[in-house]
Nanobody, 128 residues
């Protein structure tokens, strides 16, 4: 079992920045690739970014490329999502998740069913 707790969400104006954190307990994150997903009201939970177990391979959804950065600190058992130049359309609940599947493609990394353990989410609201 892995427990994930996200934090760092909040209300920010368009153009601002937030840094989300996801702390794991129960297992070491060095064994897992990690992903961030988001879900806006009335919409599906969509892929945002992922990072491999050792942090060498990242994937990003097109709309966040160049604005968001995923990183991982295995010593702290924590994964981060640095979000810059935020837009109102980034408003959503953001979730982190562990992935056991070894992926070498965006399609694999972005597939929600490849992720097993999920946090409870943190709300990000971007005002215009």
């Amino acid at each position: 079992q892995v427990q994930l707790v996200e934090s760092g969400g909040g209300l920010v104006q368009a153009g601002g920045s937030l840094r989300l954190s996801c702390v794991a307990s129960g297992r070491t994150l060095s064994n897992f690739a990690m992903g961030w997903f988001r879900q806006a009201p009335g919409k599906e939970r969509d892929f945002v970014a992922s990072i491999s177990s050792r942090g060498g391979t990242n994937y990003y959804e097109d709309s966040v490329k160049g604005r968001f950065t995923i990183s991982k600190d295995n010593a702290k058992n924590t994964v981060y999502l640095q979000m810059n130049s935020l837009k109102p359309e980034d408003t959503a609940i953001y979730y982190c998740a562990t992935r056991n599947t070894l992926c070498s493609s965006y399609g694999c990394a972005a597939k929600r069913t490849n992720y097993r353990y999920w946090g409870q989410g943190t709300q990000v609201t971007v005002s215009s």
